[in-house]
């Protein structure tokens, strides 16, 4: 068969298969960069999240670079003031402290609760417009909002009743860094809940959810409109930048530590590189899918993303997930797909 049906139009058949496996790359990119983040800070012990997301962002400049300059892939956009290069400045101390704070809650977090927690950037972003521009969304996605909160408190099932605090267990051991942090690892509701985790996680998504709305800002005259490529091609040097000056006062003697994890295990420098190179794949493959899918394919696509990230964290890390962990997490992702639903037909 040459060709198929989307919608009421014919699709060459070689076309969907591409656009096909652009999906599956995005979805094994996302899902995989996820998992080794998972698997080199808490599996591997490697506890250096700010020198991992520097890692991350080295590839990134170097492959975007590449991709744009060398291959063509997109045309370059060039800055064109130095106001445009402060802007694009901010916007990668936004993205670096997304990123950090993502994967220092992946030390704590299991990858299917980071997973749920992140669904909740449709709320912040819509906190963060109205706190910004005052633009006031239709009442109909605020309501779309509260399951979407709603899920994830469900989904933590904390206590409010601090007397039980007495089922706490204090952990002051965070090794690799000459601060110690304090936090409180709670034996309820969500069977993998960390308190310090949770607030990286939720910092995290925050932080998403602000670039998004900062980006709309400060971008949004045409001549300083940059497609999503060209973003990382700039944003991702400058996060270097701000990394490298961090991870050296922050995080002791990474360097060293690295290179003798390197002399002792040959593999970890391969695992280090290949989800560096992961990295950037997220960014080229999103790019990608958006270019050759609709919206709203992209909106479900990137909801059922989230819930088949869950489903293999789960099968490959094994851990325990309650019952009402998952219901709440249903619930959170029903709240997204209706709210993506409501801001579509309100356009």
């Known amino acids: 068969m040459e060709k198929s049906v989307k919608g009421n139009i014919a699709v060459p058949a070689t076309t969907l298969l591409f656009t096909i496996g652009l999906v599956a790359c ?52 060039t800055i064109r003031s130095r106001t445009q290069f402060f802007k694009i400045s901010a916007l990668s101390m936004i993205f670096c402290v997304s990123v950090v704070f993502g994967n220092i809650s ?10 749920a927690v ?5 709320f912040f972003t819509a906190v963060f417009a109205y706190a ?43 090794v690799g860094s000459d601060l110690c942090l304090f936090s409180v690892l709670l034996q309820q509701g969500e069977p993998s809940f960390h308190l310090f985790g949770f607030i990286m996680c939720i910092a995290a998504t925050a932080a998403r959810a602000l670039k998004s709305v900062v980006q709309g800002i400060l971008l949004s005259s045409e001549g300083e409109k940059l497609n999503s490529m060209n973003l990382l091609l700039y944003m ?21 530590i690295t ?34 899918t609709s919206a709203l394919t992209l909106q479900v696509l990137g909801n059922a993303k989230g ?19 998952m219901l709440g997490y249903s619930l959170t992702v029903l709240g997204v797909i209706f709210y993506s639903e409501v801001k579509k037909r309100s356009k």
């Open 26 to 77: 995005w979805y094994s990119s996302n899902i995989g960069v996820l998992l080794m983040n998972k698997f080199l800070l808490s599996i591997y012990e490697f506890k250096f999240p700010i020198f991992l997301t520097m890692c991350h962002m080295t590839a990134c400049s170097l492959f975007s670079y590449i991709s744009i300059v060398w291959m063509k892939v997109v045309p370059l956009q």
């Open 259 to 292: 290179l003798a994890l390197a002399r002792d295990d040959p593999k970890f420098m391969w695992m280090l590189f290949f989800n560096s190179v992961l990295a950037f794949f997220v960014n080229l493959t999103n790019f990608l899918v958006t270019k050759h």
């Open 106 to 115: 992946l030390r704590f977090l299991p990858v299917s609760f980071n997973q």
């Open 236 to 256: 991702a040097p400058i996060a270097v930048v701000f990394l490298l000056p961090a991870t050296l006062t922050m995080e002791g003697n990474v360097v060293g």
């Open 118 to 122: 992140g669904a909740t950037t449709p």
């Open 132 to 174: 910004m521009t005052l633009k006031r969304e239709a009442w109909l996605t605020y309501l779309t909002l509260v399951p979407v909160v709603t899920g994830v408190i469900i989904a933590t099932g904390v206590s409010t009743d601090f007397s039980q605090f007495s089922s706490v267990r204090l952990d002051f051991s965070w």
């Open 307 to 325: 819930a088949v990230a869950v489903v293999v964290s789960i099968l490959i890390f094994k851990n325990p997930v309650s019952i009402t962990g």
